[in-house]
């Protein structure tokens, strides 16, 4: 109730003071300026007060419902694998290109064995990229995808094969280093060239 009432202040009006001097002093114009100050302090109390009210029920409110729910993309869901594949699959085709990568390294990068990338690439592998498999590739077009947002010509293709002597690689091509550290080194790889363009 003590809420309630705080609400139902009006807002300050200001009245108009006789100039002059008044009988005693000027107290008639003290006076009024206190009972304005005290009205003002009345109503400032009212706004405070009506914001924790509008806080305490938005805090017990039901959340708002998301039409589109997101889920973290962990690939355990063999649908969702599936779904993939094929999108997986002609994007690490589309980096080969770009990165010019011999048959073998793109079966190293992407888990499999060289003759099972060869069905793959033919159209001749029906089945679903494994979990392992499709955090690879994702970690991959990261990498892929951050080389083009930090180099504008054709050294965003050219990076990935080049030797590098910084501390990560140590004399290795990238490419080198991803396929002999597996997913942890893709990733340190990914972080590597988003920090390098600011991303991080």
Not at 40 to 55: G, P
Not at 102 to 130: C, F, M, Y
């Amino acid at each position: 109730m003590a809420i309630m009432e705080h609400l139902t202040v009006p807002p300050p009006t200001t009245k108009k003071i006789r100039r002059g001097r008044a009988p005693g002093g000027g107290a008639e114009e003290d006076l009024a300026s206190l009972d304005f100050t005290h009205h003002m302090m009345r109503y400032l109390a009212s706004c405070d007060a009506a914001r924790h009210v509008i806080m305490a029920i938005r805090s017990t409110a039901r959340p708002e419902r998301r039409l589109f729910p997101t889920f973290p993309q962990t690939f355990a869901d063999e649908r969702d694998r599936a779904r993939l594949t094929p999108v997986a699959i002609k994007a690490m085709k589309r980096i080969a290109g770009h990165w010019r990568l011999k048959g073998h390294e793109l079966a190293d990068l992407l888990g499999v064995s060289p003759s099972t990338w060869d069905r793959i690439a033919a159209g001749k592998w029906d089945q679903s990229l494994s979990q392992d498999q499709l955090t690879r590739v994702s970690a991959i077009v990261g990498v892929f995808k951050g080389l083009h947002l930090l180099f504008a010509d054709e050294m965003a293709d050219r990076w990935a094969c080049l030797a590098n002597r910084g501390p990560l690689f140590d004399g290795r091509t990238p490419v080198e280093a991803m396929i002999e550290g597996g997913i942890p080194m893709m990733l340190d790889v990914r972080r590597h060239v988003d920090g390098s363009r600011g991303g991080l």
